[in-house]
Every structure is written in C-alpha cells, then in structure tokens.
C-alpha cells in the first residue's frame, strides 16, 4: 500500500522479471548476505536544523537535550582508532545477539571508499567537564538552601518558600548521587567515558548511517542521540539531500524483532522505505530450473 505522498518502482521490478532476473522471495527481518529490504532515512531538502530538530518526536528532542545537559562530546575518529567501533561493536552484537562485521571490514571501507566519504564518529563524557558542572550546580543549590532555610527562620510558614526549599533539597539530593557516580566512572574508566560509536558513509546526496553501537550500562547519557543531532547538523550544513538511517527489520508491532531500531529511528522523523528486494540473474535459465527443482526434492 503506498503511503500519502509515496511512490512505486513496480514498473522496475516487471523490467527485471522480463528481461530474465528472478527476484528473491520478499522477507522480513534481517539477512547480512542480502540489500536490506527495509530502511528509513530523513528528507533534508530545503530545511534548516531548526526545523528538522522540531520534526523530532518528544522524546527525541528531550533525550538530544539531556545528551547536551550532560556534557557529552563527540568527535571523529582516524582509521587508527577503529579498534574503539569494533570494541563496541562486539558487545553490542553479544546484547542483541547479530552476527558483528570484523575490524577488517571497517579498514577496508576506508580504503575502498577514501577518507572523504567514511567518518566514524564516537560519543563520550569528559569526567573533569563534567564533575565541575555538578559540582558547580551542587554548590549553588546548597547555597539557596541555606538561604530559604534562613528566610524561613524569619518568616515561617511562608509556603511559597517551603514548596521552593522541598524542590531544591531534592535536586540537591539528585547531584550528591551524581557526584557519587562519577567517581565510580573514573574508577572504572579514567577520565573519559566512551558512551556510542557510528559509522557513516558519505556518497552522493546522502549520509548512509552503516554502523551502531553503544555502552548499554552508560545509557543514561544518551550517546547515540548526540552523534545522530552532530551528523544530522553536519549533513545539513554540507548539503546533503537524505539522511539514511538504512536497514530496519520490516517488523513493526512492539514485541517483534528489531522494532526498538524501528522506534529509535522513527523518533527522528525518519520515513520508512520498501525497497525492491533481491534478484538474481541465472547465466544458464535450463540448469537453474534443474538445480532448483533438485533442492526442492532433498
């Protein structure tokens, strides 16, 4: 069924079929030997970033907003740091349970393609950055404690002021932990938190999102959602037409496979595309319907 404002290549696929390609049995889910079927990529075309971060649903936008509140950088990798994707890559692939692509992979992409079209982006939390944010907020907070509490003093029962000491004494509390958490981080990371890794490959009008991965356990910082709004920007100021999020399972009721990814890049105001599936072209049409007549029987 096409969608308002959609369109179909079913004219394309007939050519294939006529000219002797046989088109490979439409599935659902995902098959790393095959073009995906399924993706969903962002229409950039005449639009600012303001307008596109609008477009965001809800929560994208307040997680793209608690990645800045928290502090957390990004910045591009060298080939030579690959190890730090692939890393990543591996843990995420043993979480969800797919089948991860090989550093080689990625070095080859760089050299198939050239600098100029792959950049790797990670996502991290500077500690020092930011412990002295928290720390700085922490100070203020107790500061407007002591300050109501000695209002209150003066002027009891003032509930304006009581309302107003209850919220910052639970803020206060909230920055005691997060200054608490952060010192487990340097214990168990150092100074810097690697939080999300992505691989983009930049060709013709588009940014092709090809590779995700992230540090489940440090999912509150929201890694990914700042590398996404960073290219996102960045495609926008260098011209590119489409912003591919790329393959999605075809699946899209909650309990089914790969509807977190759906989800995830729906919230971006990404538009789901069908493409037209796989062919084959058999070079000997009589022994293909021999051999396939033969896997049929055993």
Not at 99 to 108: C, W
Request: hydrophobic share 30%.
């Amino acid at each position: 069924n096409i969608v308002e404002g959609g369109f179909n290549n079913f004219d394309v696929v007939e050519n294939l079929k006529s000219s002797g390609f046989v088109q490979l049995p439409l599935t659902q889910g995902y098959d790393l030997n095959k073009e995906c079927r399924w993706c969903s990529s962002l229409d950039l075309r005449n639009k600012t970033a303001d307008d596109i971060f609008k477009e965001f649903s809800y929560t994208t936008r307040q997680d793209v907003r608690s990645a800045q509140k928290y502090c957390v950088n990004v910045r591009k990798l060298n080939v030579n740091e690959l190890d730090i994707l692939d890393s990543m890559e591996q843990e995420t692939s043993k979480r969800h349970n797919f089948h991860a692509f090989d550093l080689n992979y990625y070095k080859e992409l760089y050299e198939f393609y050239g600098d100029d079209h792959v950049e790797t982006w990670l996502s991290y939390l500077d500690l020092d950055q930011y412990s002295s944010k928290i720390q700085k907020e922490y100070d203020k907070t107790l500061k407007d404690i002591e300050k109501t509490k000695t209002f209150l003093e003066s002027n009891p029962g003032n509930v304006k002021k009581e309302k107003r000491l209850k919220t910052d004494e639970e803020y206060y509390n909230s920055l005691k932990k997060k200054l608490n958490q952060i010192s487990g981080l340097r214990n168990e990371y150092g100074e810097i938190v690697p939080l999300a890794c992505c691989l983009f490959l930049k060709y013709s009008n588009q940014i092709i999102y090809l590779v995700g991965s992230s540090n489940y356990e440090q999912r509150v910082f929201r890694g990914p959602y700042a590398i996404h709004w960073h290219m996102i920007q960045e495609a926008i100021e260098e011209g590119y037409e489409q912003y591919n999020f790329y393959g999605i399972s075809g699946l899209f009721k909650p309990e089914e496979e790969g509807y977190g990814v759906f989800d995830f890049k729906r919230g971006f105001n990404a538009v789901v595309h069908e493409y037209i599936g796989n062919f084959i072209l058999p070079c000997k049409p009589f022994i293909f319907k021999i051999y396939n007549n033969l896997k049929h029987i055993y």
